[in-house]
Every structure is written in C-alpha cells, then in structure tokens.
C-alpha cells in the first residue's frame, strides 16, 4: 500500500511562512500527481495546490502568489511553501497522491489516487 506521511505544521503569526512536506513510502514506481488540501473546522475538505509528475501546478485562487507546490520525484515527496499567511489559512492541512505502486516487490502495478496523510495543523494567528 501507499503511505502519506505529512510534516511541518504550527503556529504562526499572519504575514508569517511554513513549509509542509509530505513523503509517500511504500513501492512505488510513478507519480502521476500530488496535492495538497486543507479542512477548516466545521468546513469540507477543499484543494489548495496540485501538482503533476512532470511540474505542472494548479492553485485554489485564494492562495495564488502566496504559496508554492513543489516535488521531489526521487524522494518522493511533495511539499507547500506558504508565504503571507493569513488567519484565514488555519486549517489542518492533508496530503494527497495519485500514484502508480504494488502491493509487494514483483507485485502488479496498481495505480491509487485515494491514498490519504493523517494530517497536519496550520494555526495563523491575527
């Protein structure tokens, strides 16, 4: 199976940063894509930031020009540089990935898009 473990979260004053990271364990083979999403109390689960195996990144609009997605492919771990915070931003904040993986060395290939992180808490205070 596939493993999202998230790191990075805290408390923060607004107009501070974090970085979240988040690595995927498990055999996996490929990335097809990342993402980041974030649940405020009372609230759905909503994106924040994707991005596919080859870089290509997409933002929620609120969050534009304040963070950035990266990915490291050989580590297998993707990340969220959150400038600018705002109280707004409070939330915890889960990892997603669709991956392409097996269940054990020479398994088949199977691919999972509903792996999940247990989440990490954003606190920005005002």
């Known amino acids: 199976q596939v493993r999202l473990v998230e790191s990075g979260g805290g408390l923060v004053q607004a107009g501070g940063s974090l970085r979240l990271s988040c690595q995927a364990s498990g055999i996996i083979y490929s990335i097809n894509a990342m993402g980041w999403y974030r649940q405020a109390p009372g609230k759905q689960r909503d994106l924040v930031a994707t991005?596919?195996?080859?870089?290509?990144?997409n933002y929620v609009d609120s969050v534009k020009g304040r963070f950035t997605i990266s990915l490291d492919n050989a580590r297998h771990t993707v990340y969220l540089q959150m400038n600018s915070l705002k109280p707004e931003d409070t939330a915890v904040y889960y990892c997603?990935?669709?991956?392409?993986?097996?269940?054990?060395?020479?398994?088949?290939?199977?691919?999972?898009?509903?792996?999940w992180g247990q989440g990490t808490q954003v606190t920005v205070s005002s």
């Open positions: 991005i596919t195996g080859d870089g290509i990144t």
């Open positions: 997603n990935a669709d991956v392409v993986y097996s269940s054990f060395v020479g398994g088949s290939r199977r691919r999972s898009t509903d792996s």
